[in-house]
């Protein structure tokens, strides 16, 4: 029987690629603002060479555009250092509401592409499980992919951690979908990706049709 | 000579804000909108030269706007903008993106401008 591992490496791959091409075009988008920005100031400052006036308000306007890209930029490059180092360990202790703002970041503009607003909101307690994160990654990915194109959004798409009743590990609950079946976990048949992603995390999904959420449980912890 | 008169399309408001007022400096007309509706309903309202579209656009692909967009008027000339490495990013895969002039960003206003001149001579 092949392994888990083996069947979802080559998408994860593919994933992986997906994520750095995404904010790699959201780092075009900062560089071209910040390019235009300065550009302009140029062409102010050509303007003013030539007696024309400089309107300070707009010098302010544009240095403060700079800089708020500047910021942007920044954070772009921090999330990406971390998704990058998701790959450095098999497994790793997760905060798990840190861990979904970071996919949250991660994954806005390809949700945003297709049409939603992807959000992740703030838990109680902080509620660590240990698990592997890049693989868990990809699976939410896969699962805010399932809720845009094929249950549909509301609104927002938005994600958070809670504990699992009983213990033992972490509910992450999306909300703000249209439809939500029973049983979710029969869309993945044929899927043997997700199947795969499933397994290697010891993860369970399912559905709460009357709250339209779809629940996924992680266990707190994982044979290493 | 009557302006060109140009729409830029792109979600990133200070990009396309801050590139239609580089190009009013040099000389031409541009207008801005940050949807594919807003672009839908500018075109709708009025008369442009060229419309230079983002290639990824929230909901909706640059080259299906184009699309909506041509309907509504057919003699725009139409440009992309992408944040891809390079051209070779979408075109030679995509026959209809091959049709097209295609920028990198970030764009040179320089080569930007001497883009929208050379189609608007082309198309006469």
């Given at each position: 029987m092949t392994e888990p591992v083996n069947t979802v490496a080559p998408d994860g791959l593919k994933f992986f690629g997906q994520m750095s091409a995404s904010i790699s075009h959201e780092l075009k988008n900062t560089l071209s603002i910040m390019n235009e920005s300065a550009g302009l100031l140029v062409?102010?400052?050509?303007?003013?060479?030539?007696?024309?006036?400089?309107?300070?308000?707009?010098?302010?306007?544009?240095?403060?555009?700079?800089?708020?890209?500047?910021?942007?930029?920044?954070?772009?490059?921090r999330n990406m250092n971390r998704f990058s180092h998701l790959v450095d360990e098999p497994f790793r202790q997760?905060?798990?509401?840190?861990?979904?703002?970071?996919?949250?970041?991660?994954?806005?503009?390809?949700?945003?592409?297709?049409?939603?607003?992807?959000?992740?909101?703030?838990?109680?307690?902080?509620?660590?499980?240990?698990?592997?994160?890049?693989?868990l990654h990809y699976l939410l990915w896969g699962l805010i992919q399932f809720s845009i194109n094929t249950a549909?959004?509301?609104?927002?798409?938005?994600?958070?951690?809670?504990?699992?009743?009983?213990?033992?590990?972490?509910?992450i609950?999306?909300?703000?979908?249209?439809?939500?079946?029973?049983?979710?976990?029969?869309?993945f048949s044929g899927k043997n990706t997700e199947k795969g992603l499933m397994s290697l995390l010891g993860a369970a999904l399912h559905g709460n049709t009357p709250e339209k959420t779809l629940i996924l449980f992680l266990p707190e912890t994982m044979d290493q | 000579m009557k302006p060109i008169q140009v729409l830029l399309v792109d979600d990133e408001e200070e990009l396309v804000?801050?590139?239609?007022?580089?190009?009013?400096?040099r000389g031409i007309n541009a207008e801005w909108a940050t949807s594919a509706d807003a672009a839908c309903e500018k075109v709708s309202e009025r008369k442009y030269d060229v419309a230079i579209l983002d290639v990824k656009l929230p909901c909706i692909s640059g080259f299906d706007l184009q699309r909506k967009m041509a309907q509504i008027a057919p003699e725009v000339h139409f440009m992309f903008m992408t944040g891809h490495g390079s051209p070779g990013g979408f075109t030679g895969k995509n026959t209809e993106a091959d049709l097209y002039d295609c920028l990198i960003k970030p764009v040179d206003i320089e080569v930007l401008v001497e883009k929208i001149r050379n189609a608007i001579r082309r198309n006469g």
């Open positions: 062409d102010l400052s050509a303007m003013a060479e030539k007696g024309g006036e400089i309107d300070p308000a707009k010098i302010k306007r544009l240095s403060g555009m700079v800089q708020q890209q500047i910021k942007r930029t920044d954070d772009i490059i997760i905060e798990t509401a840190d861990f979904l703002r970071l996919v949250a970041q991660i994954c806005r503009r390809l949700a945003a592409s297709a049409g939603a607003r992807l959000e992740a909101e703030e838990g109680g307690q902080p509620l660590n499980i240990v698990t592997r994160p890049f693989y549909g959004t509301t609104g927002a798409l938005k994600m958070r951690a809670e504990p699992a009743p009983g213990g033992g590990g972490a509910y609950v999306f909300s703000g979908l249209e439809t939500v079946p029973d049983n979710p976990e029969q869309l | 804000s801050t590139l239609a007022e580089r190009l009013e400096i």
